[in-house]
């Protein structure tokens, strides 16, 4: 089973529209997370960090559920400029400092 | 401004050719990893480092080597050994070693390609 798995999508939506992605983690000692944006050949780039009360950074809200071991990523409003993949990112901790990666959930938004 | 920087952008190599990719960052981060990107696929780590002089093989190290005698780079070689080298190498960094809440930053790349 692997570490971390997402839904590879595409997920098309409209501009405005509201959506969500999940992610879960199968290692229970998994402690921090993360949400990471990559477009087409580049770098991926930190979107937020997922805590455990859940946060939220202008259009897009994070939340944890640990009990159930998965993850979500909410955009309101979406934008064009939000089509990307999104990478689910999981960090197993105490002096091993190794991340895992979800192989990305792709957006498309269209106008 | 911190950050990381990998050179070169896009790399050719020949058969039988060993090529050293360079990632160096000024972020003072302990731990340096490299990913390796196929089309349409996600992150596999190749080798990752927490600390200087000392590093540990990822999940497709064969092919690859690495050195981390300095804190600042992590330089990647893709030997003649690995038969299909042909991908986007991606080098990361985090903070502290045992900091699990901080998060890995990714320089912009190097698209290696067989000639």
């Known amino acids: 089973r692997k570490e971390v798995e997402q839904d590879p999508g595409p997920f098309n939506v409209p501009e405005g529209a509201t959506v969500a992605f999940n992610c879960t983690y199968s290692?229970?000692?998994?402690?921090?997370f993360f949400w990471y944006r990559q477009d087409c050949r580049k770098e991926p780039k930190l979107l937020m960090s997922?805590?455990?009360s859940g946060n939220e950074d202008g259009r897009f809200t994070a939340q944890l559920n640990r009990a159930s071991q998965y993850i979500s990523l909410l955009i309101r409003d979406s934008k064009l400029s939000d089509s990307a993949t999104y990478l689910c990112v999981v960090n197993r901790g105490h002096n091993f400092n190794k991340f895992y990666f979800g192989s990305g959930t792709k957006l498309n938004v269209k106008p | 401004d911190g950050g990381i920087t990998q050179s070169p952008k896009y790399l050719f190599r020949k058969e039988g050719q060993n090529v050293t990719l360079s990632c160096e960052q000024n972020l003072n981060h302990d731990a340096m990893y490299w990913y390796r990107q196929d089309p349409g696929q996600g992150l596999r780590l190749i080798y990752y480092s927490q600390i200087v002089n000392d590093f540990q093989k990822g999940d497709i190290a064969e092919g690859y080597s690495v050195s981390r005698e300095k804190k600042e780079s992590f330089p990647l070689t893709v030997t003649s050994a690995q038969k299909n080298p042909t991908a986007f190498y991606l080098c990361?960094?985090?903070?502290?070693?045992?900091?699990?809440?901080?998060?890995?930053?990714f320089g912009d790349g190097t698209r290696l390609s067989i000639l």
């Open positions: 997922v805590y455990s």
């Open positions: 290692n229970s000692a998994s402690q921090s």
């Open positions: 990361a960094s985090s903070g502290h070693r045992t900091a699990e809440d901080q998060p890995q930053h």
